[in-house]
């Protein structure tokens, strides 16, 4: 189960720090991601953490702005926004899966474990 949180209303060029909680299971070798939903829009990739967190990846859009981390012990991923955009209102969910790799870390179908989503709203 994993439980997403710290999303909330900020202004342009502000900062958010989501914060997913993960229970039930350990997902320590489990590739952590962040995905997002825009109103009318497709859930898209944002950013993937591997299992020892020494890996990242992230789309274009947020490269630079946004960080990604696990605290495997803690059974944590977080995810920092900083230089937010209007453009990055929506829904944010934070995903698990045992089975993503490189070729499809940015695809939704090899995360298994999807959080509840928390929504973040820019405003300009």
């Known amino acids: 189960q994993l439980q997403a949180s710290g999303g909330g209303l900020v202004q342009a060029g502000g900062s958010l720090r989501l914060s997913c909680a993960a229970s039930?299971?350990?997902?320590?070798?489990?590739?952590m991601g962040w995905f997002r939903q825009a109103p009318g829009k497709e859930r898209e990739f944002v950013a993937a953490i591997s299992w020892s967190g020494a890996t990242t990846h992230y789309a274009d859009f947020v490269k630079g702005r946004f960080t990604i981390s696990r605290d495997t012990i803690k059974n944590m991923v977080y995810l920092q926004m900083n230089t937010l955009k209007p453009e990055d209102t929506a829904v944010y969910y934070c995903a698990a899966g045992p089975e993503v790799t490189l070729r499809n870390i940015a695809r939704q179908y090899p995360y298994d474990y999807w959080g509840q989503g928390t929504q973040v709203t820019v405003s300009s």
């Open positions: 039930g299971r350990t997902f320590s070798s489990y590739v």
